[in-house]
């Protein structure tokens, strides 16, 4: 079973950053690929941002250029470094990530919310 904890949302203003961290843990026989994703109220989860174990990152468009993923192997922790934030970056942002069994897990998400 892996646990995935997120940490670093918040309150922000228009064109303020924020960094999210995701730390895995639990009995891991390995980790693939993490990501975030993301939820504003009413809407669907939607991707962010994902990141392979080799470190290839994929980026939905209304993030790419603003958000940057990276990953720390040795500490099985990712960090979305969020700027230029905008209203509608606004939701809860889940972390999940994929063991090498083919199983999924999601954190419990954690919220950020964007000022205009």
Known sequence: QMRLVESGGGLVQAGG?????CAASGSILG??????YRQA?????????TITS?????YA???KGR????????KNT??????????EDTGVY???????????YWGQGTQVTVSS
């Open 17 to 21: 950053s924020l960094r999210l961290s």
């Open 31 to 36: 980790i693939g690929t993490m990501g975030w």
């Open 41 to 49: 109220p009413g809407n669907q989860r939607e991707l962010a941002a």
């Open 54 to 58: 080799g470190g290839v990152t994929n």
């Open 61 to 63: 468009d209304s993030v």
């Open 67 to 74: 958000f940057i993923l990276s990953r720390d192997n040795a």
């Open 78 to 87: 990712i960090y979305l470094q969020m700027n230029s934030l905008k209203p």
């Open 94 to 104: 889940y972390c999940n990530g994929w063991d090498l069994g083919g199983r999924i």
